[in-house]
């Protein structure tokens, strides 16, 4: 009876192909409850998922929105899309987040019946923190955050939208 393959016996994975033009600006996400968030709040912005097999399940969602341009890879390349080893077996390459000048802010808010509530985060650099503290901020209610962030536009660093997830 012929054994199962080990996995030294498989032929070591082809690196990640990317279909998506990298020309184009793109955004990486990476974390299993990041990545669905991004799925309900802006499925139109997925490009490409990229999962590791004990993910699959878990992520199937995230595969059957993106369909061919999905695909199952092995922590290692995981790891260097994401650029750190807490990718959870999930990420996700988007297009970047439209970012909301002062001037649309107030725009936004000025015909509102409520004052709208906001925190304005001045040289907070951490990403733990700053997920931390959008998480926090958005189970209390806030509306809109500001980031300070060097100049020409914010940032949200990848492992703060992981943790901000929870």
């Known amino acids: 009876m012929p054994r199962p393959p080990r996995d030294r016996d498989r032929p070591a994975p082809s690196p990640a192909r990317s279909t998506f033009d990298s020309s ?5 996400v990476f974390g299993l409850r990041a990545c669905l968030a991004i799925l309900a709040t802006r499925p139109t912005s997925i490009r490409e998922v990229f999962v590791s097999h004990d993910q699959r399940d878990a992520a199937r969602a995230l595969l059957a ?3 061919t341009n999905a695909r199952e890879l092995p922590d290692r390349e995981l790891e260097r899309l994401a650029e750190t080893a807490h990718h959870e077996g999930v990420v996700v390459r988007t297009t970047p987040r439209k970012w909301t000048s002062g001037k649309e802010l107030r725009a936004l808010f000025e015909n509102r019946k409520k ?5 304005a985060l001045d040289r907070v650099r951490n990403p733990y923190n700053i997920g931390a503290i959008l998480r926090t901020a958005a189970f209390f209610g806030v509306d809109v955050a ?4 060097p100049a020409p536009h914010p940032a949200l660093p990848p492992d ?7």
């Open 24 to 28: 184009e600006p793109s955004e990486i």
């Open 65 to 67: 929105h993106a369909r």
């Open 115 to 119: 004052s709208p509530v906001g925190i």
């Open 146 to 149: 500001i980031l300070g962030a």
């Open 160 to 166: 703060a939208a992981r943790v901000a997830e929870g």
